[in-house]
T-cell receptor, first 114, second 115 residues
Framework: GENVEQHPSTLSVQEGDSAVIKCTYS??????FPWYKQELGKGPQLIID?????GEKKDQRIAVTLNKTAKHFSLHITETQPEDSAVYFC?????????????FGSGTRLSIRP | EAGVTQFPSHSVIEKGQTVTLRCDPI?????LYWYRRVMGKEIKFLLH????????ESGMPNNRFLAERTGGTYSTLKVQPAELEDSGVYFC?????????????FGQGTRLTVV
């Protein structure tokens, strides 16, 4: 079945440094790749997404890259701040399918050291 | 605009008891999803409603789980009888349902503990 693998499971970086989280997916039909941030006691919140017709997308300190050939996509956070500490989930979906469920990775717990 | 809301936020029940979780999606969202996260693992898909119809229930673990969405508005997920391995955080999400309305909005989750 569809599968999304995410690495690393935990990541600790110094405030101000960059953080990178990597994911791979198995379903070739996937063409929508959202990233979610989950803070303590809250549900996952979409922070950025990318579609398969785009290789890179930026939003302030956050960027995502997608390599459809290799089925890899990554999240890059630059100039990390304490409020970036959270669990991050990558995901893949085919919204054009009648069964448009989102398949999630296992999550990365990001800690920002002051 | 109200977001996706879930009730209760926490539930502790004994093995063998019944629990019903509720999800109120964003008004006007046709798609409603149930997901579950067991400790430290991925957020796993359980079920997808389009309006009141079950579009995909391939992720439901077994027949102890029953989801309903009467009238295409709120949804309930009942676990009967609950087992220890049902413990986890249950998330509900909703989305508009058209190709441009792909973003799924999540509720805060219900943390279920079966003891």
């Amino acid at each position: 079945g569809e599968n999304v693998e995410q690495h690393p499971s935990t990541l600790s970086v110094q405030e101000g440094d960059s953080a990178v989280i990597k994911c791979t997916y198995s379903d070739s039909a996937s063409n929508y790749f959202p990233w979610y941030k989950q803070e303590l006691g809250k549900g996952p919140q979409l922070i950025i997404d990318i579609r398969s017709n785009v290789g890179e997308k930026k939003d302030q300190r956050i960027a995502v890259t997608l390599n459809k050939t290799a089925k890899h996509f990554s999240l890059h956070i630059t100039e990390t701040q304490p409020e970036d500490s959270a669990v991050y989930f990558c995901a893949a979906a085919d919204p054009y399918s009648s069964a448009s469920k989102i398949i999630f990775g296992s999550g990365t717990r990001l800690s920002i050291r002051p | 605009e109200a977001g996706v809301t879930q009730f209760p936020s926490h539930s502790v029940i004994e093995k063998g008891q019944t629990v019903t979780l509720r999800c109120d999606p964003i008004s006007g969202h046709d798609n409603l999803y149930w997901y579950r996260r067991v400790m430290g693992k991925e957020i796993k898909f359980l079920l997808h409603f389009v309006k009141e119809s079950k579009q995909d229930e391939s992720g439901m673990p077994n027949n102890r789980f029953l989801a309903e969405r009467t009238g295409g508005t709120y949804s309930t997920l009942k676990v009967q009888p609950a087992e220890l391995e049902d413990s986890g955080v249950y998330f509900c999400a909703s989305s508009q349902g058209d190709r441009d309305g792909t973003e799924a909005f999540f509720g805060q989750g219900t943390r279920l503990t079966v003891v």
